[in-house]
T-cell receptor
Framework: GAVVSQHPSWVICKSGTSVKIECRSL??????MFWYRQFPKQSLMLMAT?????????EQGVEKDKFLINHASLTLSTLTVTSAHPEDSSFYIC???????????FGAGTRLSVL | RKEVEQDPGPFNVPEGATVAFNCTYS??????FFWYRQDCRKEPKLLMS???SGNEDGRFTAQLNRASQYISLLIRDSKLSDSATYLC??????????FGKGTTLSVSS
C-alpha cells in the first residue's frame, strides 16, 4: 500500500510552545490530506481538510488560528499547534488518499503531551 | 443519530472462536466502506474494503447491506494477534473518512 510518513512521533512540550507536525506522502501525490485528533478511548475526529495550494477547511469547533495548516506541495502538509496548552494533548494523525478508490492511508501519528 | 455506530464491546473470545461485528451508518449517500484495525496507541490500518457483493480475505469476511445501511465483519478462527479495535469507516468521494468509535476485541488463549 501507499506510505504516509508523519513526524515527529512523540512531542513533549511546555505550555505556550508551538509544535509543528509534518505529514508526507512518500510514493504518491496527494492534493488532499486530512488531519484527525484522537483522545484516549475516543474515536478519531476530523479536524480539518488540507488542500494543496489553498486554504484548509476546518471542522466546526476547531480553531483555525490555533491549528495552522499548510499544504504547500503535493506531498507535504503541516499542522502547527500554536501556543499549545495541556488540553491540546492528544494523538494527532494525518491521512492521504491513494488509488482509484481513494483509500486513505494514515501516518503513524504524533502523540503530543503538553505540560 | 451518530453517523457511524458500532457496539464498543469489548468482545472477549477464546482462540479459535468466530466473532462478528456490526455497524450502521446514517448517510445513505455514503459510497465507500471499510474496516480498519487500530492497535493500542497506533494509527489505524486498513483491514479490508467492503463491497456490495460481500468479500472475503482469509479469515475475514465483510458484508454490506445498503438497504439497511448496515456493515458487518466476521472473523473466523480468532488468533491472539487479532486483539485490537476494529473501526467501521464510511466515505463519500472527496471527503474525509467518517469513523465509528470502534469495537474492541480481546482474544485469549
Amino acid at each position: 500500500g501507499a506510505v504516509v510518513s508523519q513526524h515527529p512521533s512523540w512531542v513533549i512540550c511546555k505550555s505556550g510552545t508551538s509544535v509543528k507536525i509534518e505529514c508526507r506522502s512518500l510514493d504518491f501525490q496527494a492534493t488532499t490530506m486530512f488531519w484527525y485528533r484522537q483522545f484516549p478511548k475516543q474515536s478519531l475526529m476530523l479536524m480539518a481538510t488540507s488542500n494543496e495550494g489553498s486554504k484548509a477547511t476546518y471542522e466546526q469547533g476547531v480553531e483555525k488560528d490555533k491549528f495552522l495548516i499548510n499544504h504547500a506541495s503535493l506531498t507535504l502538509s503541516t499542522l502547527t499547534v500554536t501556543s499549545a496548552h495541556p488540553e491540546d494533548s492528544s494523538f494527532y494523525i494525518c491521512s492521504a488518499g491513494a488509488g482509484a478508490r481513494n483509500i486513505q492511508y494514515f501516518g503513524a501519528g504524533t502523540r503530543l503531551s503538553v505540560l | 443519530r451518530k453517523e457511524v455506530e458500532q457496539d464498543p464491546g469489548p468482545f472477549n473470545v477464546p482462540e479459535g472462536a468466530t466473532v462478528a461485528f456490526n455497524c450502521t451508518y446514517s448517510n445513505s449517500a455514503s459510497q465507500s466502506f471499510f474496516w480498519y484495525r487500530q492497535d493500542c496507541r497506533k494509527e489505524p490500518k486498513l483491514l479490508m474494503s467492503v463491497y456490495s457483493s460481500g468479500n472475503e480475505d482469509g479469515r475475514f469476511t465483510a458484508q454490506l447491506n445498503r438497504a439497511s445501511q448496515y456493515i458487518s465483519l466476521l472473523i473466523r478462527d480468532s488468533k491472539l494477534s487479532d486483539s485490537a479495535t476494529y473501526l467501521c469507516v464510511v466515505n463519500m468521494p472527496g471527503t474525509a473518512l467518517i469513523f465509528g468509535k470502534g469495537t474492541t476485541l480481546s482474544v485469549s488463549s
